[in-house]
């Protein structure tokens, strides 16, 4: 399997500061047809996941500019430019190329 | 307005069965594969089974494999689950989602629907 790690776990921000979570992988996610199958997912407190971004950098819609990914291979970062109070929650990554999909532990994002 | 509906889950002893089911509305059904998701109590997300638009391609992570069996009917917008020889280890949220990307994971998800799995 593929197995996703995320660091950190736990990230404490602040309110209109950058923040940053990376995603490596045990193998590879790029596939034959060219296009790396990492994604980035959102679970806010009481809510249903959502997603981000999928093949690593392209923003699903309605999702705000100031969510960006990033990475190639076995590497990856979410980078969020401003945190703002909504982004509390649980940041998710997961790769769609290996049979089973699998998703990073988490990292849970608190506002200081 | 895209929607989907999940319903069924609920309390049942270690052995027992249960079935969810998962409505969906406001977008065509059948051109999309589908999947289910879990979620522990307390814990991350972990990715249960797929199923391509005429369920003639199921995919299952093997702790399921052989007690669960994802099926649709696209007559009715319906996704199931059907789950055998459940398990403590099975208790979670259930969440019904949409793989309208493909690869790309899952574009959007339902409520999710809570199985207990307790003598």
């Known amino acids: 399997d593929a197995v996703l790690t995320q660091s950190p776990l736990s990230l404490p921000v602040t309110l209109g500061q950058p923040a940053s979570i990376s995603c490596t992988s045990s193998?590879?996610?790029?596939?034959?047809?060219?296009?790396?199958?990492l994604n980035w997912f959102l679970q806010r407190p009481g809510q249903s996941p959502r997603r981000l971004l999928y093949r690593v950098s392209n923003r699903d819609s309605g999702v705000p500019d100031r969510f960006s990914g990033s990475g190639s291979g076995t590497d990856f970062t979410l980078k969020i430019s401003r945190v703002e109070a909504e982004d509390v929650g649980v940041y998710y990554c997961m790769q769609g190329i290996h049979w089973p999909w699998t998703f990073g532990p988490g990292t849970k994002v608190e506002i200081e | 307005e895209v929607q989907l509906v999940e319903s069924g889950g609920g309390l049942v002893q270690p052995g027992g069965s249960l079935r969810l089911s998962c409505v969906a509305s406001g977008f065509t059904f059948s051109d999309y594969w589908m999947g289910w998701v879990r979620q522990a109590p307390g814990k991350g997300l972990e990715w249960v089974a797929n199923i391509n638009q005429d369920g003639s391609a199921k995919y299952y992570i093997d702790s399921v494999k052989g007690r669960f069996t994802i099926s649709r009917d696209n007559a009715q917008n319906s996704l199931f689950l059907q789950m055998n020889s459940l398990r403590a280890e099975d208790t979670a949220v259930y969440y019904c989602?949409?793989?309208?990307?493909?690869?790309?994971?899952?574009?959007?998800w339902g409520q999710g629907t809570p199985v207990t799995v307790s003598s």
């Open positions: 989602a949409i793989a309208a990307t493909g690869r790309g994971g899952f574009d959007l």
């Open positions: 193998q590879s996610l790029v596939h034959t047809d060219g296009n790396t199958y």
